[in-house]
């Protein structure tokens, strides 16, 4: 390994993957966009569970924000990032330039994966999961790793790049990690610090709502408009508009009217103050 954990220039990463890893150890990779939390800390522990090397990116992809997102306020804070890692002092951090990974501006080749992203986040963010899987892709070729580590908190984003593995034989095992919670139950996200205190107590009864959607189906509910009118009762109550609350496939994301065989995603999103807020919970029958 050399004699660093702070990998600066994808040149270097792909030299590390070349010689400074021994066969047959297995490489992980955890590709994030900073700011960590103890959500990204699981996927790492998660990580060391199945790999001997693991590589944490930080690199806030311009390609998956839109022209009115907030990739300029994106909060960039490596050295807090480093910081927070140091419970695992091993960790490779990779942080790439913008300029060093898209040399020569946008990328004139985008990967797709339409069939699974002109829904959910997709209709009110077209373009980003083409960001995603263009930026996973080159992070799995400059990487190489074994495995890839993504929480389920994203859950179509973990379904779409899972997809995407499987569609291109990249030969990456992509791992998905459940969502940690506050005490109040509000998944971690990165976007959290936009929250104004009285927002994050609000933003509380994202995870509420579909824990309540959750509770019908434990009941026996399996049609999707009652499933799905429990967590709205819970956000109209608590004064939430969400964009979405929808009952999928986990794996396809296929719209469902029914949980059937096999496991769905329920799902929200909902703008809270400056912070767009997503979660899901798996429907398991
Ligand atoms: O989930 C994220 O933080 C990003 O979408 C990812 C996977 C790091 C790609 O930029």
Request: charged letters at 20%; one cysteine or more.
């Amino acid at each position: 390994m050399l004699n660093r954990t702070r990998i600066e220039s994808v040149a270097d990463m792909v030299e590390f993957r070349k010689n400074g890893v021994r066969q047959p150890a297995r490489v992980a990779l955890v590709p994030t966009m900073g700011a960590l939390h103890e959500g990204h800390l699981a996927l790492v522990k998660a990580a060391y569970g199945i790999a001997q090397h693991v590589v944490v990116s930080i690199f806030v992809n311009p390609m998956q924000f839109g022209p009115q997102e907030d990739y300029s306020r994106y909060p960039r804070v490596v050295d807090h990032d480093i910081a927070l890692l140091s419970s695992f002092p091993h960790t490779v951090v990779f942080t790439p330039s913008a300029e060093d990974m898209y040399p020569e501006g946008p990328s004139w080749t985008v990967i797709s994966v339409p069939g699974m992203t002109g829904t959910l986040c997709g209709l009110k963010r077209p373009g980003h999961f083409d960001g995603v899987c263009t930026v996973v892709a080159k992070l799995f070729n400059i990487v190489r790793p074994d495995f890839a580590l993504f929480g389920q908190k994203d859950g179509q984003q973990l379904a779409v790049v899972r997809r995407m593995a499987e569609d291109l034989n990249f030969p990456v095992e992509i791992v998905g990690v459940p969502t940690v919670r506050e005490p109040s139950g509000l998944a971690l996200s990165s976007r959290n610090r936009y929250l104004e205190p009285h927002e994050r107590v609000q933003a509380a009864s994202l995870y509420r709502a579909l824990s309540a959607g959750r509770e019908r189906f434990g009941k026996g509910e399996r049609s999707r408009q009652q499933i799905t009118q429990a967590v709205f009762d819970v956000l109209r109550a608590a004064g939430i508009e969400a964009e979405y609350v929808a009952l999928v496939d986990s794996r396809t994301l296929e719209p469902l009217e029914q949980v059937g065989r096999q496991p769905a995603m329920l799902a929200l999103a909902a703008q809270i103050g400056a912070a767009r807020l997503i979660d899901n919970v798996i429907l398991t029958p």
